[in-house]
Each structure stands twice: as structure tokens, then as C-alpha cells.
């Protein structure tokens, strides 16, 4: 069953990704942020050709109508939200951008917005990982897509890491680290998702038969399994600093 939050912080925080082809973001840009405002919104939306990446807290009332305006369009109808609670609002601002990339990789022939990667449920990969191997009897190994700062907070026993800086670096450290993978059920994980999708289908790409992502990230893994397999806590960026796998801020706000 999944954990339940208890909602008694005032301050609801969500975050959400989707890659979609958008053809108009500077249109997407003025509503979007319209819409933030009228809610009193601070936060973070990064838009981009291939989709949207966003970080935004405020009432829930505030909240909760920007989000049924948001998903109102077809194009986020399905749009997949996690969320948690704080005392206080952890933005300092409201930012709505327009990016080459929600998420910057620097590999052009990487499209999530036309073919999503395989995933694997948060359930699913904690089973697999207790056994240590998946269903069909490979080894199971991780893979944290995240800077290595992020690393240092917290991750998964065992997993790979490559100690990146930024995520442009995965596409030539997946180079020099390939061979380590090569036969292996490699699941690549990330805060919320969105940089493991991207590094899964590079990883795919690349030759590597057997990779999936973990759908909804950490912080989806945390709400669905109360961080079984985990050690520490996961890196935000925003003034929380880092939430415990309960979805509470490791130190307050």
C-alpha cells in the first residue's frame, strides 16, 4: 500500500514532468505563468519543444486550481504529479522559462516526447532488489543519473555512480562505464524521474538491452515504498534542502 503523508504543513509542494511536443511555449509560457500568479504560486516551470519540468508550492487551494487548469489541456491530461507538504513556501520566486531542454543532455537524437522509455514501478523494483535479481533472473543493478552533490545525500545501496556534475555529462560517462552494465537489468533512477528516463533511452541507444527507469523517480519510490533499499535522504533543489522517505523535509524549513 502506499505510505500515507499526513497533510498537517500548509504548504503543498508539487512536482511534475511530461515530455510532449509543444509547437507554441512562449504562448505556453504567458498562461502558464498568468496562472501561477493568480494562485500566488512560487516555484520553478521550465518549458522547452519537448515538454514541460515543474516545481511549484503555495496554498493548496493555489495550488490545486492551477493544477486542473494545467491538466484542463490535452496536452498535460495525463500529466503525472507527485507531492509533499512544508511549513513554509521553499521558493524564494516564481520563474516560468523557456529552455533548448527541460532537462539539458546535449543529445539531440534522444526524444522522449515521441517514444517514452521502458519503466519499472516503484513495488516492482524493490522486490527485484531484495532478491537481487528481476523476474527473469538477471542481476539487478542501479544507476543514479544525478549529480554527484545529490549522490552524496543519498541513494540507493549499491548503485553505480559516476560522479557526474551535470547531467550533460551522462552521454560521455555512459561511454567510458558501459562495459560494467553490459548483461545486467540496469535501472537508472533520478529525483523525479525525468533524468532517468533520457539516460535510459541514451542507454538503449547505446546497445545496452536490458535498462529500464524507475518511474516517478525517488521521490515516487518513497511514497510507494517507504524507501526500502535506500540509504539517506534525496537532495531537492529548493530550501528544504532534502526530504527523509517519509516526503518531510530531513531538517526543517
Given amino acids: 500500500m502506499p505510505r500515507k503523508i499526513c497533510a498537517v504543513k500548509s504548504i503543498l509542494n508539487i512536482s511534475a514532468y511530461k515530455f ?16 501561477a500568479q493568480a494562485g500566488a504560486l512560487k516555484g520553478t516551470v521550465l518549458l522547452a519543444d519537448e515538454g514541460i519540468n515543474l516545481f511549484v508550492a503555495g496554498a493548496p487551494a493555489g495550488v490545486r486550481s492551477f493544477l486542473s487548469w494545467l491538466t484542463a489541456h490535452a496536452a498535460f491530461a495525463d500529466l503525472p504529479v507527485k507531492q509533499s507538504w512544508s511549513d513554509a513556501v521553499p521558493f524564494g520566486r516564481l ?22 522509455a521502458p519503466a519499472v514501478d516503484a513495488h516492482t523494483l524493490a522486490r527485484w532488489l531484495t532478491a537481487g535479481v528481476d523476474d527473469a533472473g538477471r542481476e539487478v543493478v542501479t544507476l543514479d543519473t544525478r549529480n554527484a552533490f545529490e549522490v552524496d545525500q543519498g541513494r540507493f545501496r549499491g548503485a553505480h555512480d559516476w ?41 538503449r541507444e ?34 528544504r534542502g532534502a526530504l527523509n522517505d517519509t516526503l518531510a523535509p530531513a531538517r526543517p524549513v
Fill in 95 to 116: 520563474l516560468v522559462k523557456v529552455k533548448a531542454e527541460i532537462i539539458r543532455m546535449n543529445h539531440p537524437t534522444i526524444r522522449p516526447q515521441a517514444a517514452r
Fill in 206 to 239: 547505446a546497445g545496452l538491452a536490458n535498462v529500464l527507469q524507475l518511474d516517478g523517480g525517488i521521490l515516487k519510490y518513497f511514497e510507494e515504498t517507504g524507501g526500502q533499499h535506500f540509504e539517506g535522504n534525496c537532495f531537492v533543489f529548493d530550501a
Fill in 20 to 35: 510532449v511536443g509543444l509547437s507554441d511555449t512562449a504562448r505556453w509560457r504567458e498562461g502558464i505563468r498568468s496562472q
Fill in 163 to 203: 560522479r557526474l556534475r551535470k547531467f550533460s555529462e551522462f552521454a560521455p560517462a555512459l561511454r567510458s562505464h558501459r562495459a560494467e552494465l553490459e548483461g545486467k537489468t540496469v535501472v537508472s533512477y533520478c529525483t523525479g524521474g525525468i533524468r532517468c528516463e533520457k539516460a535510459a533511452l541514451l542507454m
